[in-house]
T-cell receptor, first 116, second 113 residues
């Protein structure tokens, strides 16, 4: 596709359930990022992939959060035993990789997660 | 620890005015700085990226400047239009070489017709 695609756009789940959020980046973008945004705040970094590997997962809040990118394209963010505090918009972005720092980031529309 | 601050948090101006949005960051050893726009309920749209070696970048009615030594960037919007109403966010890497970004909280801009 032309842009970054995220599914689902909205997800309502019950506390304790397992959730998967999917991101399809721009074709050819090696770098893929997951961010989380709460209402009225800027996005907060969760994890960065370069190719298939998680190059930086320092933003994952705890071991209930996990992300994969098995073929270096589509990525899935997985949240186990969801808690009400996990409610937020989960944003995916992709970019080209630059030697010294981040390239221009292109974001998807986000997946809004609500944990009841 | 890199911290990004955007002031004001909200701004409302009449259509046609020129305006400036401010962004400050605490660690000046940045690789680049990015400005984004976010419409309600939507993702972020990249507006401008300024490399650390540049002092400004322009795109249409938007002009972004960067003063690394003082840890500041401004986004200038000329001849504002109601369609410019959105939240504007700036972001920088936390340390040199990092691929991730630290975002400010944004400035919510309203242009009144």
């Amino acid at each position: 596709g032309a842009g970054v695609s995220q599914t689902p756009s909205n997800k309502v789940t019950e506390k304790g359930k397992y959730v998967e959020l999917r991101c399809d980046p721009i074709s050819g973008h090696t770098a893929l990022y997951w961010y989380r945004q709460s209402l009225g705040q800027g996005p907060e970094f969760l994890i960065y992939f370069q190719g298939t590997g998680a190059a930086d997962d320092s933003g994952l809040p705890n071991d209930r959060f996990f992300a994969v990118r098995p073929e270096g394209s589509v990525s899935t963010l997985k949240i186990q035993r969801t808690e009400r505090g996990d409610s937020a918009v989960y944003l995916c972005a992709s970019s080209l990789v630059l030697a010294g720092g981040p390239g221009e980031l292109f974001f998807g529309e986000g997946s809004r997660l609500t944990v009841l | 620890k890199q911290e990004v601050t955007q002031i004001p948090a909200a701004l409302s101006v009449p259509e046609g005015e020129n305006l400036v949005l401010n962004c400050s960051f605490t660690d000046s050893a940045i690789y680049n700085l990015q400005w984004f726009r976010q419409d309600p309920g939507k993702g972020l749209t990249s507006l401008l990226l300024i490399q650390s070696s540049q002092r400004e970048q322009t795109s249409g009615r938007l002009n972004a400047s960067l003063d690394k030594s003082s840890g500041r960037s401004t986004l200038y919007i000329a001849a504002s239009q109601p369609g410019d109403s959105a939240t504007y966010l700036c972001a920088v890497p936390p340390i040199r070489g990092a691929q991730k970004l630290v975002f400010g909280q944004g400035t919510r801009l309203t242009i009144n017709p």
